[in-house]
């Protein structure tokens, strides 16, 4: 059912249909749920909206709760869920495994892992041919940064202000967001440079990022040389000569920052940083977490928009459709290094991963989800631009394919970020109207849009529609 408000503002969006048929929810009740939440749970896993939701079943782009209630999943289990909720490819294929052999550890060869290793490295460009399997991203960007160091003899790790790349306490150091940051020591060898961010960093305008939507802020670049570019890369160059030691393990920065709400940078800053780390002796890695598997559309892997190849490559989320599993990609001399002494992850590349990764490529592959993102996602960002040019709260509309952010803002001419309780609002009327998004950024000023990549136009309408009206509604409540 739509929920329509009492007040003069309701959607007139239908939502898409859907033939799924929801089983019936059969647990123990809300408020019984709240209650053990409460007691056995701990309370850092923090969860969404006032009145958290108790989601029950999910069928491709949807969602249902506990009463049967229908939502469009526009952030797919925070970028996760790649090609759909319970999608039937990888759900069989699961439940294959599962009957078949569940674990053996990697110490044996069984055929599904030695398959997946084969299939995902030949999606990767040479030299990156050799995978390690893990359990989750923060493994991966571990994994990494210890091979970077392992490999170089170096010790330092540059990254980006506003990244996110895990919450383990070594990659802590890497992770340059305030709020998960604790009073422990953490980051030794890790230092952060400015983010080449071109609608809140200093530089930055209209030609500077791969979007089909750019910032409204005017550009002095021509189509040959981005001077936002050049002065990124002198802070950069800045960080290399005041930060760090002639030598360094490398750099870590995803193509699209997703966390901090799918910040991008001038085209060809990476190229030229890449450049730059290994002139130092440092490895490059590209953190695909996010950002991999098809999702920006024009590209399968996130590195390959900016017209580079890394040294390390990792990967999550997405590359399971919900399940665990994650993976470094890297070359045959930089997996080596590893290889001096004892390195053992007990269930990395179990069985039952690898039949999961192997079904979710062959179902990007066959449903045509990397063009699907493209399409979709061009469309959702050039709608949701007509949104940033009727309402002066929406600052900036960017992304590619279906990674997308929405940042907010009290007003174009200051750029400063809309508050919290306003955002809230904001967010609580989608989900009341049935479209869930993510929230994300610095200031939690930008609304993440990263849904399966199975959504249709439709479901785009829809949403775009929903947000339309909950700004609307936003502009009444200020009035």
């Known amino acids: 059912r739509q929920q329509k408000w009492k007040c003069s503002v309701s959607t007139q969006a239908k939502m898409p249909p859907c033939d799924f048929v929801p089983e019936k929810y059969q647990s123990y009740p809300y408020e019984r749920m709240q209650k053990i939440r409460e007691q056995n749970v701990s309370p850092s896993l923090r969860m969404y909206y006032k009145k958290p939701l108790l989601l029950h079943q999910g069928h491709m782009q949807w969602l249902f709760d506990y009463e049967g209630r229908r939502y469009l999943d526009l952030f797919a289990g925070i970028v996760t869920v ?11 294929a699961t439940q294959k495994q599962l009957a078949r052999l569940w674990h053996t550890t990697n110490i044996y060869m069984h055929p599904s892992i030695q398959e997946y290793a084969e299939k995902l490295t030949s999606l990767l460009p040479d030299p990156l041919k050799v995978v390690y399997l893990t359990n989750s991203g923060s493994e991966a960007n571990d994994l990494a940064m210890f091979m970077a160091r392992l490999y170089t003899r170096n010790f330092d790790i540059i990254s980006f202000r506003g990244a996110y790349h895990g919450g383990s306490p070594y990659t802590l150091g890497l992770t340059s967001v305030g709020l998960y940051k604790h009073g422990v020591a953490n980051g030794f060898g890790c230092t952060t440079t400015m983010l080449p961010d071109v609608f809140r960093g200093p530089w930055g305008g209209s030609h500077c990022r791969d979007s089909p939507v750019q910032t409204v802020r005017k550009c002095s670049c021509s189509e040959d040389v981005c ?4 002065q990124y890369i002198e802070q950069f160059k800045d960080t290399l000569i005041t930060s760090v030691p002639k030598t360094i393990a490398g750099f870590i920065a995803e193509p699209i920052q997703g966390v901090n709400g799918a910040v991008q940078y001038p085209r060809s800053f990476l190229k030229e940083a890449y450049q730059l ?10 953190d695909e977490v996010q950002t991999g598997f098809g999702r920006t559309g024009s590209h399968f892997w996130g590195f390959q928009t900016h017209d580079v190849v890394p040294d390390i490559v990792t990967l999550a989320k997405g590359i399971g459709n919900g399940f665990p599993m994650a993976a470094v990609v890297t070359t045959k001399e930089i997996a080596s290094s590893l290889a001096q002494n004892l390195h053992f992850n007990t269930f990395g590349g179990s069985p039952l991963a690898c039949v999961v990764g192997t079904a979710v490529l062959d179902a990007i592959e ?10 979709v996602g061009t469309y959702m960002l050039q709608e949701l631009a007509k949104l940033r040019d009727k309402f002066e709260i929406v600052g900036d509309v960017r992304g590619k ?3 997308i952010g929405v940042e907010m803002v009290t007003d174009k001419d200051s750029c400063h970020p809309l508050p919290a309780e306003e955002m809230g609002q904001i967010w609580e009327d989608c989900k009341d109207m049935g479209v869930l998004i993510g929230r994300g950024g610095l200031y939690n000023q930008t609304f993440r849009i990263k849904p399966p990549m199975c959504i249709t136009k439709k479901d785009a309408d829809f949403a775009v529609e929903v947000f339309h009206t909950a700004l609307q509604r936003h502009m009444e409540r200020a009035a």
Request: glycine share 14%; proline share 3%.
């Open 401 to 403: 394919g279906l990674m």
């Open 277 to 286: 780390v290994r002139e130092r002796g440092g490895v490059c890695i590209s």
């Open 82 to 92: 790649s090609v759909g909720h319970c999608h039937p490819k990888v759900t069989m």
């Open 227 to 230: 001077h936002a570019n050049d």
């Open 366 to 375: 066959e449903d045509g989800l990397q063009k699907n993102s493209e399409d």
